[in-house]
Structures are given as C-alpha cells and as structure tokens.
C-alpha cells in the first residue's frame, strides 16, 4: 500500500489524505439524455436503456408477486436467517429513532407543535453490480417503516442469469419484509423512473390500460454506482436523496495494540466490494504498518476476489499514514470523515467519543466493520467522500418531515403585535404588520 508520512508535518492533511477521485459532474452529463428520457418517454426509454446497459429487453417492469414469493421460499436457510437476524436487530435499532410530536407553549395562549410526519412514496435503491446486496434491502426497508411510510417500493437491477429479475436473494429479502412492489430496473433509469414515474409526458410511448407502471416517489435512498450517484444529483429538487454515495471506504485508528491480522482483513473486506474502494490505515506504530503489509500479502493472495482487492489496495485511494502519536492520528481520521471508521487502541472507546466526523465507528477488535455490514443493528448506508462532516447515515429521520403547527389565541397575537410591526417596518414589508393589526383595529390604510 501507499505511505503517507505525516510525523512532524503541521500541514493540512485534509489534501494529503488519499481518496477517490470520481467527477459526479462529468457523469451528471453522460446520463442526462438517459434520465430525460426516461421522463419523456417513460417504460419506452427504460426498456432501450435496460437493454443497452444491462443486456435484458424487458418485457414489465414490475416483478410478479408469485416470483417474490418463489424467491422467499428458496432462500438458503442460513441465508435466512441471518437475514431475519439483521431484520430483528435494525429493527430494534431504528424503532428507537422514532420521534414523537412536541408541543411548546411560547406566551400564554401561544403554541408551536413540531409534528414530524413521513413522507408518502420512497423509492429504495439495492445495487446489483460486482455484488448483489441483499443487506441494503434489509438497510433501506426497515428505517423507512418504523418511519411509518405508506407506499415502498424497491428498484434493482435485471439480472441475465435470473430471468431478467432482480437477485433472488434480493427478492427473498423483499419477502420477509413485505415489500411486494419491486421493479427490476437498475442504473440511470431506475432513477429517473423512481423520480418521474415509468408513464412518460408522451403517453403515446408507453403502455396504457393493464400494464403496472411505477408511480413517481418523492425520496430516493441507497447507494449505487458513479451512474446512480449522478442520477440522484439530477432529479435532487425534484424527489429528496439520501446522500450522493460514492465507493465505500474503511479508516482504521491503530496502535501497537492492534492486531496486524485483523487490520489486514478489515482493510480488505473494504476492499474487495471494488476496485476503486479506498482502505486507509492511520497508525503512530512503524512497526505495525510493516507488520499489516506483511499480512496483506498474505491474505491477498488468498482472498476470492483478488484482482478488484489488489487494485483497490494500490490505488491512490488507499495507503498507510504514519502519524507522530494518536492526538495527530485522531485529527487526521476526523479530517477524512471516513464512512467507515474503526478504531484498534487502547482506550478506544474513549478515543471513539471524541470523534466528530465518521458515518459509523466500530470500537474495539471485536467490532469489525462488516458486522455493520449485516448484523450489528446498525445502518450501512453512510455518508462516503468526506460527507461525513455534514451529513449522517441513512435512518427513520431520513424519511420524516417536521411541521410546524402555530396556534395563537386573539390575547397572544396583540401582545406580539408590536414586535411583528416593528420588524415589518425594519425590512420595508409593512403588508407583514398590516396583516396582524387589520385583525384588531380593521383598518389596513
């Protein structure tokens, strides 16, 4: 891996830090003639792009309930229950993330109730690329039901060798949760039909009278490529997104404590979803650094996807930091926001709380990041490229929305009478104050 020696640099690391380099804009322009197509010609447009991209003519869109059904039914029975496991624990997670409405008295006679309301439709996005993810149904699903969301409906890519469907593990994983509408579109254009619906302005392109469209969603979530990151950028305004996911990345914080065995798998783990992930080890110890490169060789050569993880692994968005002591070392983790960010000291816990910028921290040697991944009750849809310094991982507050209600009696409003005047006058918009005092004088001379 890439050495970054940063001992005794006052620098800036947030530029010397290794990431990957993705131009979203670049990509936003490739896919924009796909994405308006879709919304001007709905299933017509799907259907070409599907078939160029994807290599699957389609034939519907929405996938038969009896082939959700069937996929349920043929899950691997390991495979199951280990799904039905990371069900119970997000669940149990997430139902804690539930948020009641409050309401506060201002003045006597005057209140403001936040309600926090869900959204109608969400469109859940599970990727079926180099790994077809059935834990991201699992990450999407549960946070927006115990958000109490009416309509669901998952999208994810036709596979060749299932039919032109979605991934049965996919679709199993639909079952157990009950989501019945499943579209097997992927890309670009599930995008833009989750957004724009699959009708299309020029209804003469698209199937009419029996033919099971999707309707438009107002939000979108879940990771996906270069091309769904830059299709969600497009239709941001018209539906809300999660986050603009880019390739996953893994930090870890380590000392002398740390088990070069461990770091090693860790960083691959990351590693092997693709070739552009970025593995990052931030240690004060030479010694272990050495010792994890030394692993890495080994467990490389052994590991099934080899080629993507030694590409990952020497790409320029990975490598090992060597830091003075663990103050800097703490300093750099929080610069790089990480989306992953695990944490092999002594005292890890106490280092981990004063973290400020990370999607999920992993404490400790038995809190790897792929029991994240699957089972720890956690989310896995997380800020990546930094976004961690503004944005949080995908949760129930992603898919509600907080209302005001105001409610102030005749007594409230003309004892704040003169302070809604007084600032109507202070920003030349006196129709502000008119529209309080009309209520008591009915003078709006």
Not at 54 to 69: F, N, Y
Not at 72 to 82: G, H, S
Not at 110 to 116: D, K, L, Q, S
Not at 417 to 423: I, Q, T
Request: overall charge negative.
């Amino acid at each position: 891996m890439n050495r970054i020696d940063l001992r005794g640099s006052r620098r800036d690391p947030r530029g010397l830090l290794p990431r990957a380099q993705l131009d979203v804009a670049q990509a936003v322009e490739k896919i924009r003639p796909v994405v308006e197509a879709v919304r001007d010609h709905g299933y017509a447009a799907i259907r070409e792009a599907t078939e160029r991209f994807d290599g699957v003519r389609l034939e519907r869109l929405r996938v038969p309930a009896e082939a959700i059904t069937a996929a349920e039914k043929t899950l691997d029975p390991d495979v199951r229950a280990a799904l039905l496991v990371a069900i119970e624990r997000a669940r149990k997670v997430h139902a804690d993330q539930r948020r009641t409405d409050v309401t506060t008295q201002v003045v006597p006679g005057g209140t403001v109730t936040e309600r926090w309301v869900p959204v109608s439709r969400v469109g859940l996005y599970v990727p079926g690329g180099l790994a077809a993810l059935a834990s991201t149904v699992v990450m999407n699903v549960v946070p927006a039901q115990e958000a109490g969301v009416p309509s669901l409906v998952v999208a994810s890519p036709p596979q060749p060798s299932n039919g032109g469907l979605p991934d049965p593990t996919i679709l199993g994983a639909c079952a157990l949760l009950g989501i019945t509408e499943v579209y097997g579109v992927g890309g670009a254009q599930a995008i833009a039909m989750l957004g724009y619906g699959s009708r299309g302005r020029d209804a003469a392109d698209t199937p009419g009278d029996g033919f099971e469209h999707c309707a438009p969603v107002d939000v979108i979530t879940g990771p996906g490529n270069i091309w769904v990151t830059a299709a969600k950028r497009l239709l941001q305004g018209t539906v809300g997104i999660d986050a603009e996911a880019g390739p996953t990345e893994i930090a870890i914080l380590a000392d002398d404590s740390a088990s070069p065995v461990h770091v090693a798998a860790d960083l691959i783990s990351q590693a092997e979803h693709d070739p552009l992930a970025a593995s990052v080890l931030v240690t004060d110890s030479p010694a272990l650094a050495d010792a994890v490169d030394a692993q890495l060789v080994v467990q490389v050569a052994a590991t099934k996807h080899e080629s993507r993880v030694r590409e990952s692994l020497a790409g320029k968005q990975s490598g090992i930091v060597l830091v003075d002591d663990l103050e800097q070392g703490l300093a750099v983790v929080d610069d790089y926001a990480a989306e992953h960010l695990e944490i092999q000291t002594r005292g890890a816990r106490e280092l981990a709380m004063r973290v400020r910028n990370a999607g999920a921290i992993f404490v400790g040697a038995y809190s790897p990041v792929s029991l994240g991944d699957y089972a720890a009750g956690s989310n896995h849809v997380l800020p990546t490229a930094g976004c961690a310094r503004h944005s949080s991982g995908l949760s129930v507050q992603s898919f509600l929305r907080g209302i005001h209600v105001i409610e102030y009696d005749e007594a409230a409003l003309r004892a704040s009478a003169p302070h809604v005047v007084a600032l109507a006058n202070a920003e030349d918009l006196p129709g502000h104050g008119q529209a309080v005092t009309a209520r008591f004088s009915g003078d709006v001379s």
